[in-house]
Nanobody
Framework: QVQLVESGGGWVQPGGSLRLSCAAS????????MGWYRQAPGKQRDVVAV???????NYADSVKGRFTISRDNVQKTVTLQMNSLKPEDTAVYYC???????????????WGQGTQVTVSS
């Protein structure tokens, strides 16, 4: 019932920009933490950026100064603005949300299906 719908992935040249968006839908309250993770071929899934309901952010060192995460608590969306993209940013990007379903008293972890970001010439 709970679903994270991602959009904005694609191909871009080095130095370019992309904006990823993710909307949480279904019977859940406004999520607690939301974030973006990525997984490059042959590597583990690593955190890119996380934002709390209050707006506190944390970024992986590799993306600080280039990526910006934001959210809308009413729309239950999270956005990742990616600037100055590098080939090493190429990966599948996954949206993440921790939220309480209307029918539960405990949080659940939810993941998007993943969207491909490719940075190359």
């Amino acid at each position: 019932q709970v679903q994270l719908v991602e959009s904005g992935g694609g191909w871009v040249q080095p130095g370019g920009s992309l904006r990823l968006s993710c909307a949480a839908s279904g019977s859940i309250f406004s999520p607690n933490n939301m974030g973006w993770y990525r997984q490059a071929p042959g590597k583990q899934r690593d955190v890119v950026a996380v934002i709390t309901r209050a707006g506190t952010t944390n970024y992986a060192d590799s993306v600080k100064g280039r990526f910006t995460i934001s959210r809308d608590n009413v729309q239950k969306t999270v956005t990742l603005q990616m600037n100055s993209l590098k080939p090493e940013d190429t990966a599948v990007y996954y949206c993440y949300a921790n939220a309480v379903p209307y029918s539960s008293f405990s949080t659940g972890n939810y993941w998007g299906q993943g969207t491909q970001v490719t940075v190359s010439s």
